[in-house]
């Protein structure tokens, strides 16, 4: 069998008069049709896997990207709350020590207020005894201040 019976045959020129050869021709062509739309089917379907193993890369690092975002947005509010909490805390203990402050100030004034009170009352009161010994006069004096 020649290439040009073949070429014939495909291109659609009459088929050779041996019908034995005619039907060799006819499975010639259909193998080489197969194989052909098969090279065909197999590459678009290389094509269509490495565009969805491109979707599929992309749309992993959009959700590693989205979870990182979602990471970085907790990380800031809990270190937001975490300060809320200090501040309330510094605050707490501020009032705390404030009270404490007030009170032994208040507590010193007491004291202080009663203190004067008593050297107040203590004063003008002098007693004891005095001798002079040179004159031989000896003195007993007793001041009383109200």
């Known amino acids: 069998m ?12 009459t088929c050779p008069t041996d019908s034995e050869q005619c039907l060799k021709l ?9 194989w052909w739309r ?8 290389l094509h269509a896997a490495l565009r969805a193993w ?4 992309w749309w992993r690092s959009m959700q590693a990207k989205m979870l990182e975002q ?35 100030r208040q507590a010193a004034c007491i004291i202080q207020s009663h203190w004067r009170w008593h050297v107040s009352q203590t004063r003008g009161l002098i007693r004891g005894r005095y001798e ?7 003195l007993d004096i007793e001041i009383l201040m109200t």
């Open 38 to 45: 098969g090279n065909l089917v197999r590459r678009t379907l």
């Open 54 to 57: 491109v979707i599929q890369c």
């Open 26 to 34: 006819e499975k010639a062509a259909i193998k080489i049709q197969s």
């Open 70 to 104: 979602r990471r970085r947005l907790a990380l800031r509010l809990y270190t937001c709350q975490e300060w809320a909490v200090v501040k309330v805390q510094a605050q707490v203990r501020m009032w705390q020590a404030r009270r404490r402050f007030l009170q032994a």
């Open 132 to 138: 002079v010994r040179a004159s031989r006069l000896e």
């Open 2 to 13: 020649d290439t040009q019976n073949v070429s014939k045959a495909l291109t659609g020129g």
